[in-house]
Structures are given as C-alpha cells and as structure tokens.
C-alpha cells in the first residue's frame, strides 16, 4: 500500500481508506483478531483471558505481540501469566495491573504517544478497584493521562469533595465512576460536574439485586443527565469510550490553540 502511494497510483486519502479496512490475523485455529482495530478507530485490541486455556491465550498474545508490539489481556490468572511468560523474548516486559487481572506486554521500546486527554477514574468502594484498574489501564494505554481516587463512596459524602475537587483543577475530559451495591455515587456526580461521566456497577452486592443488578437498574433509572452506563464489571468498555472522548477533546484543545497561534 506504501509503495502505491509512494509510486503515486493512489492518492493519500485512498491509502488512508484501505488501511482503515478491517485487517484480520488468524491464530490456526483460535482466534481471529482484529490487528487494524486501533489504525481505524483508536482502540487497541484486548484479549480477554477468561475461560481461555493458558497455553491458548499465550499463542494469541505471541502472534499479536509480533504484529503490534504490544498486546493487552484482560481477566488474566496466575496460570496465564506464567503461560505468557514461556512466549516473550527479552526484548519485551509485562505490565500486570493486581487487583484487576489486566496484563499489557510490550516491545521494550513500544511505548503508547501521549495524546493530551484526561480521564478521571472514582470508586465507590475498595471492592471497586479491580473494575476501575480495568478501566485505568485501557486509558492509559490509548494515551491518556488517568486521575483516580478509590473507595470515595456515597455513604461518607465527605470523602468525595478533596477528590473531585483535584479532578475539576486537572480539567478532566471524563469521569468514570465504578460502584457496587445501590449504585448511587454516578447518580450523585452526575448532578455536579459538567462533563460527561460513564457509570461502571460492579458486582458486588448481595441478595435481591445482587451480582451488580441493583447497581445497573439504579444507574440506568438515574434522573441526572450526562451519565452514560456500560455493563456489569464493564471497565475496560469503560476505559476505551472515556479514551475516545478524552482523545477528541484534547485534538479540540490542540487545534484551539493552533489556530490562536495563527
């Protein structure tokens, strides 16, 4: 594609086009990944671990590694880890994210460019965590710049006001906000921040409701507008949609000043 555009038999924009086409990589008989997902829309391909065999998940990490040079894994164990582990040279390193489960292996000279956006990542609860370093770790990973502040829930209000207070003075593109139980702390933020927010439950709860059903129906029930809800335990669709929006408000920004520059 390179060379025809070099060569002058497509125009920029046609090249453009074609490398944005869905691009497929088989692993024999595993898996097909989509190794063109983050050239056509900014969202790198995840893996996700769970209910995978170790040995399986290691041959998909190897051949996305060799492709991309680097490879994210969601919902990892021990036993994929030290799987993973027998595939990588020592040209390249393992991030792992505990709680969470979340792996990142990169090329050791990979490195994600900074793209200027900023994320702002809140939990209700402790048990939120793992969830919310899902969301942290995909955010991080598509550039951004992540602000977190955990176990900062609606039953002790005052823990809240120091953390969203350093958020709104960062100028935070997005927030997500990971809660369990009745699921009322996005509902309370939403009210009181003026930029979007993207309510994760998660499934710690118990008896009617629980497994993070109370938290999905109250979020999805919310009278405050400007919140948006994604699945049960949902942080890395989380972490990837705040990217996205971060991302754009920070070319707006970059623009802005551009064109004030001229």
Known sequence: MLERLARGDISLDEAERALKMLTVEEVGELARLD???EIRHGIPEVVIAEGKIPSDVAKIASKVLAKKGRVIISRGSEKHIRAIKTVITGGEFIHKSWPGGTVVIKSRDFSPSATGGRVGIITAGTSDIPIAEEAKVMASEMGCEVTTAYDVGAAGIHRLFPALSEMMTADIDVIIVVAGREGALPTLLAGMVDVPLIAVPTSYGYGLGGKGVGALMAMLQSCSLGLAVVNIDG???AGAIAALIANRAA????????????
């Open 35 to 37: 190794i063109g997902r």
């Open 251 to 262: 070319r707006f920004r970059a623009s802005t000043v551009d064109n004030r520059g001229k």
């Open 235 to 237: 942080g890395i669709p």
